[in-house]
């Protein structure tokens, strides 16, 4: 560990996003309110930051996503009717979505000019520290102490921006930003650059970045000059690579399977994953999946 390197306390959660590809569920309410089993994406990717010790939660919302702070804040007729119930169990889950010492904050994306401009548009609360940068549609399953307590100590060690990353196929190489890696250790590389969502014969390898970051102060103000990239948007992986030319970046494939909850098929899976994983549905759960699997 680096005794000067600063802590990391504030992760920003972009949440203004429109979730196309599940229309028309997502009309009205926005993608990172999809329930897996019994809680929403976005409150297992707020968990997640909460077990790495981080202290304030900053949603980049938009349009139609008011849920969202809802869903953080508290809800006095619901907590009421509950106590006169004499519900304790789902009373305190009401109550603990989030601890009281951690801060919900709101900031407002305007226009969906990509993941780069709601990432700088939390620069007024993050101010001049590192900070840490979750995507609620990667939902990753917990392993030692979750991806970004994982992230948070590689930063930590290494004292520079690390990137969640994941070996996938060549095929694929075209949905993510790929980095052209030089391998350190058993699940970390040093960048030596990153390609926005190339065509496998132009990827520099199969190492794509997943939906985890944690990115030095710098980045904000390579953000602010950042020209439009890939669909015209501006993108956090072309800040990155600038980034580069100055600072070390590091890689962590961190431990824990991620579900793709972006896509119909991954949420699909993550459900019935974490169903499994359930402590009041596994064991049904898996005998319906039994007997259903025996049926078809």
């Known amino acids: 560990m680096n005794p000067n390197t600063p802590p990391i306390r504030t992760a920003v959660f972009p949440v203004a996003g429109m979730g196309t590809r599940f229309l028309p569920a997502t009309k009205a309410n926005p993608k990172e309110m999809l329930p897996i089993v019994d809680k929403p994406l976005i409150q297992y990717a707020a968990e997640e930051a909460v077990r790495a010790g981080i202290e304030t939660l900053v949603f980049v919302t938009g349009r139609n996503k ?5 869903h953080f804040d508290k809800a006095y007729e619901l907590e009421t009717e509950l106590e006169e119930r004499g519900k304790t169990e789902m009373l305190e889950k009401v109550r603990n979505i989030v601890p009281p010492n951690v801060t919900c904050v709101y900031v407002r994306q305007a226009e969906a000019l990509g993941l780069g401009h709601a990432v700088a548009c939390a620069r007024p609360v993050v ?110 992986t072309d800040a990155i690579a600038k980034l580069l030319e100055e600072e070390r970046v590091t890689a962590l494939n961190f431990e824990g399977r991620r579900f793709d909850c972006g896509s119909k098929l991954g949420y699909l899976e993550a459900t019935v994953e974490f169903a499994l994983m359930h402590p009041e549905l596994k064991e049904d759960f898996g005998a319906y999946l039994k007997s259903r699997v025996s049926t078809s």
């Open 66 to 70: 008011r849920s969202i702070p809802d």
């Open 127 to 236: 101010r001049n520290e590192p900070f840490a940068v979750i995507l609620a549609d990667d939902l990753i399953e917990e392993e030692q102490g979750g991806a970004t307590r994982q992230m948070v100590d590689a930063y930590a060690e290494h004292g520079c921006s690390v990137l969640g990353v994941e070996e996938v196929p060549a095929d694929r190489t075209h949905q993510y930003g790929i980095i052209d890696p030089v391998q350190t250790g058993p699940r970390t590389w040093d960048v030596r650059g990153i390609v926005e969502k190339p065509q496998p014969a132009d990827a520099p390898s199969n190492v794509a970045v997943v939906g985890r970051y944690i990115l030095t102060p710098r980045i904000f103000e390579l953000l602010a000059e950042q020209e439009p990239g890939t669909g015209g948007e501006i993108q956090l």
